[in-house]
């Protein structure tokens, strides 16, 4: 599986916006996919996740401003970011579970950087 990242950028704070990660490789054994982010100095977070059968965790943090969903036709992860805020800045990577996703992802894409600026 190929998790290949885009849609990282500089934004002002209060602006939006949208990630998106492209999915090759043997789509067929992959249950769930989320997007993670890690800032410089602390530990990589989860961020948001959605599992085959549509349900979905989001981080306290972002609760009502990111949106996670998924074009299956398209085989396409997005991340919709609003209202963001400088503590968002970030490299967010997708990933993608062959189990669950409380478990530890199986295969990691490179990584987006966002940048928020105050």
């Known amino acids: 599986v190929q998790l290949v990242e885009s849609g990282g950028g500089l934004v002002q704070a209060g602006g939006s916006l949208r990630l998106s990660c492209a999915a090759s490789?043997?789509?067929?054994?992959?249950?769930?996919m989320g997007w993670y982010r890690q800032a410089p100095g602390k530990e990589r977070e989860l961020v948001a996740s959605t599992s085959r059968g549509g349900s979905t965790y989001y981080a306290d943090s972002v609760k009502g401003r990111f949106t996670i969903s998924r074009d299956n036709a398209k085989n396409t992860l997005y991340l919709q970011m609003n209202s963001l805020k400088p503590e968002d800045t970030a490299m967010y990577y997708c990933a993608a579970y062959l189990g669950s996703y409380y478990l530890s992802p199986d295969y990691w894409g490179q990584g987006t950087q966002v940048t928020v600026s105050s």
């Open positions: 490789g043997s789509l067929f054994s992959i249950n769930a």
